[in-house]
């Protein structure tokens, strides 16, 4: 008990350093519109010159990038590509958000990796920060949800002006039973919730769940105008889910929305981004 008080005192006092910069709407911009998602598993698919194109030729503001994950060998898989995806989207007047994804068993590689892809721009510089909170290794719920918090906070303190989203489950299908939403609130800019539909599911069902997925986060997080960011599966599903996933997003009020992932992504895909971004 006093070993698990150490470090929640030290994470709650990192949230404390970092309230006043929290939630700040001009980088919470940095989130919104419709993007595209590229792990580090498709690096081979596309050339960074590619990645790019693909967003110019599509309209989708945002490239989103992972840097690395808990299980990589190195604190970024393949920097030469990430640094050229980087370069060249922003010269393009894209905006270039790395991510990454933790283990939370070894915080201090996770804060050594998230520091990784902060830095990954160079003097050049990158758009945003993406924590890719998901992974379950560790089994304490409550544990693990303050280890989040932790790492969350310690990233709001260290780059106090770096736009920083938090990429979590759906709210709606919560597989994490204690999650850090007011800590997270504090110490990033948006919510970006993973909102992926069965393709068993019924237009009407994945409407509805991404809807949720904005009005739940809300709730959860008491704030009406939490800036969320709704992502939705790409692969396996129909144009009319893909559509209804959309206007879910679009009629909740989410200040953005795409499609995990890039290699995923078919015509209807990038359909159903022009109708969120029709408005």
């Not at 939630?23 to 790019?52: C, E, H, L, M, Y």
């Not at 007047?93 to 050594?112: A, M």
């Not at 790492?151 to 736009?163: G, I």
């Not at 800036?227 to 009319?240: D, K």
């Amino acid at each position: 008990m006093r070993r698990l008080l150490v470090p929640l005192l030290a994470g709650l006092a990192l949230l404390i350093a970092a309230g006043p910069a929290a939630a700040n709407p001009t980088r919470a911009a940095v989130f919104s519109g419709t993007g595209i998602w590229v792990d580090v598993w498709d690096f081979g698919k596309r050339t960074p010159a590619q990645v790019v194109a693909v967003a110019e030729e599509q309209g989708t503001p945002v490239i989103y990038i992972e840097t690395a994950n808990w299980r990589s060998q190195a604190d970024v898989v393949n920097p030469a590509y990430v640094r050229e995806v980087v370069r060249l989207g922003r010269a393009a007047g894209l905006r270039v958000v790395p991510w990454y994804l933790p283990g939370y068993r070894i915080l201090e590689r996770d804060r050594r990796r998230l520091a990784a892809a902060a830095g990954i721009g160079g003097a050049g510089g990158i758009d945003g920060l993406g924590i890719d909170v998901e992974a379950t290794l560790v089994k304490n719920g409550a544990l693990r949800a303050r280890r989040a918090a932790e790492l969350a906070a310690w990233a709001r303190a260290t780059y106090p002006q770096l736009p920083i989203a938090a990429i979590i489950p759906s709210p709606v299908s919560m597989y994490w039973p204690v999650f850090p939403y007011a800590e997270l609130h504090a110490a990033s800019d948006a919510f970006l919730p993973m909102c992926y539909p069965s393709r068993r599911h019924s237009a009407e069902r994945v409407y509805a769940d991404a809807t949720g997925c904005v009005d739940v986060l809300r709730q959860r997080t008491g704030d009406p105008h939490a800036e969320v960011h709704v992502i939705t599966g790409s692969a396996g599903l129909s144009a009319a889910q893909l559509d209804a996933a959309a206007r879910g997003a679009r009629d909740a009020g989410a200040t953005g929305f795409s499609l995990y992932d890039l290699a995923t992504t078919r015509p209807d895909g990038w359909t159903a981004l022009g109708v969120f971004a029709a408005g």
